[in-house]
């Protein structure tokens, strides 16, 4: 191509789009130009508020000074150091950041560069872990239905949303599968629903089937997000710790979402009191401003590694970009951001406020479902007979044009605004919604 080809600025042909209808945006396009505190600005100056921080990351909400400022002098200061052999010191002191914040017992931090590389570092971690210590029989990995994990191989395979597994051939073997835990008996509950606690015995039947000694891990997202919005049975989540401790299966909660705040604690760990063997997180460590995931584990996974002559490497994983000082320069300032004003409990003091507007919309046509938990909800449609999806995606796309930015999965519209978001924002968020609802009905 030659290098003074400049792109017409309205040729959208060459970039494939991810997760995207590629031919609807195209015919359409819904283009944000600049971003600030909890709006985006769209192509045509129309000011979006956001309703889903970015996608579940940017938890400060867009464009924050101390972290814009991070990340300029950083660049500046250190580009890249070798993540392997070499060390710079901001990745150490964000990993004692990371630990000052994570629920008892989370000790070690080990850096990738999103959620799905956090999910398939902690699955191979729980592998190596137990073939370090000599139990090399546990190879099976068991995710639930309805999970998301991203979108690497491991990540697909102890998922369970079928349409991100399906065209991808055999996936993983090993993998099995838990229940997904939407009962309909849970509908409309605020919180955390009542129903369900008897899900996790269903490891113990998964158990049974293969036999304990070849169980590496269980993964779970302590609510699932992006299914929709699944808040944990209470006990649930108890009972899933009480068992894997019990045969010495891994636990690992996948926070991608969850970590940083959402819930109204740093992590859902803490919220829910269940305190995992490791955890995954992403999004929010950076505000979503640079990609960064890590995985943090409790103390017992890390020193089980700590063998063997002291020259030898202890675990053959990592990346490139592990723990790269912009990123590190970014998480530290939006650390620092979350513990000014802080924004990693503020969900819960939002919580019944931003509650109450959610359920206001249950009366409103079509709407057959509301759940929240946190700064975080969904609103589920009725779908359209013989075209799922289609209703929540028109409101969606209605919803954009009315100045609010939401997510859609499936017919389930799912929420969940930047934490810095102000009660008269809950209610043009909520207010515009239900006015979509009942225009697009
Ligand atoms: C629970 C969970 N795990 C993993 C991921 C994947 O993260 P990424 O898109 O950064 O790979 C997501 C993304 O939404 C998620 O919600």
Known sequence: MPLDRKPAP?????????FTANRQFKSAPRMLVSSKDMHYTAADGRQI?????????????HCRPR????????VGELDYAPAFQMGHPLAFELANRIVDIAPEGMEHVFYCNSGSEAVDTALKIALAYHRARGDSARTRLIGRERGYHGVGFGGISVGGIVNNRR??????????????THLPENRMTKGQPEHGAHLADELERVVAL???????????????GSTGVLMPPKGYLQRLREITRKHGILLIFDEVITGFGRLGSPFAAQHFGVVPDMITCAKGLTNGVIPMGAVLTSAAIHDAFMQGPDHLIELFHGYTYSGNPV?????????????????????AQLE?????????????????DIRNMGLIGAVELASIEGQPGKRA????????????LIRVTGDIIAMSPPLIISEAQIDQLIGTLGDVLKTAA
């Open 210 to 224: 293969h036999g304990a000694e070849t169980i590496a891990a269980v993964i779970v997202e302590p609510m699932a």
């Open 393 to 404: 995606f028109d409101i969606f796309v209605k919803a954009f044009e009315a100045g609010i």
């Open 10 to 18: 309205n040729d959208l042909r060459a970039f494939w789009m991810p």
């Open 49 to 61: 508020l956001d309703g889903t921080a970015g996608l579940w990351c940017c938890n400060a909400g």
């Open 327 to 347: 990123s590190c320069a970014a998480a530290i300032a939006t650390l620092d951001t979350y513990a000014e004003e802080g924004l990693l409990t503020r969900a």
């Open 167 to 180: 065209h991808f051939g055999t996936l993983l073997a090993g993998v099995d599968h838990l229940p997904h």
């Open 67 to 74: 972290i814009t400022e991070a990340v300029q002098a950083q």
């Open 352 to 368: 019944t406020y931003w509650q109450e507007a959610l359920h206001g919309l249950r009366d409103h046509p079509n709407v057959v």
